[in-house]
């Protein structure tokens, strides 16, 4: 059995290979399958799925969803959705508008600090697909104002930073919820990032509660502790353990798809999983 990844980026959100490119590219790194986990998008799915027809390759339709949560971050995987499902669209034409609202006001921000930026060169930065901060990051490495990418989020473009600005979100439990409704498996990605481990465990028998079938137990940023932690969870409640490298391709430069920095090797099982909870729900 091979190995896969089951959390990634593409065009279609703020990764830098398209959907083909990064189905094209897994297989020349000889993984089984790969899922496709864009920002509040699916865009790229339609082409990311063909084009694993067209090679022989198989992905997984996923989607990660940012939630409404304080004071950490909660992100959500949505994985074998209906891509046509228009309530799953609708929702999330809602959040491209909520971006749509939220980006001008970091150019605002932005340009009130003396940084000379326009909304006009984070959108070719973005290729046409979604516009996140990593392209405003790019953008600001561009014009010299930083040197890299994390000093680009640490100075002005993370949470309580000065040229941050939030965006509408679903609470948890409505992403949950149209992710279920559109035949998804809900996972909790990267639960570090909650920042609360004294009290995940409340929040996952309330994320339980609403439909959460998975915790994302293998993640890069996740130390063997975190790991053996969650992987502890995962068993002490039923859920399915998932886990892959968020490789967006531009950010951490040595973290490479299927592998993190090197040691991560998710065998196929853990996609059989998932076919096997969806099937049973
Ligand atoms: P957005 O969805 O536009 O708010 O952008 C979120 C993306 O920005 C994440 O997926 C990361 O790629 C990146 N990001 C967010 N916070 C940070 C941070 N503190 N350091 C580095 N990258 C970050
Ligand atoms: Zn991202
Ligand atoms: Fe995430
Ligand atoms: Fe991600």
């Known amino acids: 059995m091979g190995y896969v990844d089951l959390h990634l980026h593409t065009t279609a959100s703020d990764g830098v290979m398209t959907p083909s490119e990064i189905v094209r590219y897994a297989k020349s790194k000889g993984l089984q399958a790969i899922a496709i986990t864009d920002h509040d998008t699916i865009e790229g799915l339609e082409e990311g799925l063909l084009e694993g027809e067209k090679i022989g390759f198989e992905v997984v ?14 992100h959500l995987l949505g994985y074998f959705l209906d891509i046509h499902d228009p309530l799953l669209k609708g929702n999330l034409d809602y959040l491209q508008k909520a971006r749509a609202e939220r980006n001008p006001k970091i150019i605002e921000n932005l340009n009130r600090l003396g940084v000379r930026i326009s909304y006009e060169e984070v959108v070719k930065a973005s290729g046409g697909g979604q516009v996140g901060r990593p392209h405003f990051a790019q953008v600001l490495i561009e014009k010299g104002y930083v040197r890299s990418f994390q000093e ?3 100075r002005f473009l993370k949470k ?3 040229a941050y600005a939030d965006k509408v979100r679903f609470k948890p439990e409505q992403a949950i919820s149209f992710i279920k ?6 996972v909790l990605a990267h639960p570090k990032t909650l920042g609360m481990n004294s009290t995940l465990q409340k929040i996952l028998l309330e994320l339980m509660e609403e439909g959460l079938k998975g ?8 130390n063997s502790l975190e790991v053996a932690q969650f992987k502890a969870l995962a068993k002490r409640y039923g859920l399915l353990m ?9 950010d951490k430069e040595e973290l490479d798809i299927g592998v993190g920095r090197g040691e991560m090797r998710l065998p196929y099982s853990l996609v059989e999983e998932l076919k096997e909870v969806r099937t049973r729900t």
């Open 181 to 186: 409704e559109s035949g998804g498996v809900a």
């Open 215 to 222: 915790i994302e137990v293998f993640y890069p940023e996740h």
């Open 160 to 162: 309580g930073a000065p």
């Open 152 to 154: 680009a989020f640490d």
């Open 242 to 250: 998932t886990g892959g490298t968020d490789y967006h391709g531009i």
């Open 61 to 74: 339709p996923g989607v990660e969803i940012s939630a409404e949560y304080s004071p950490g971050s909660m």
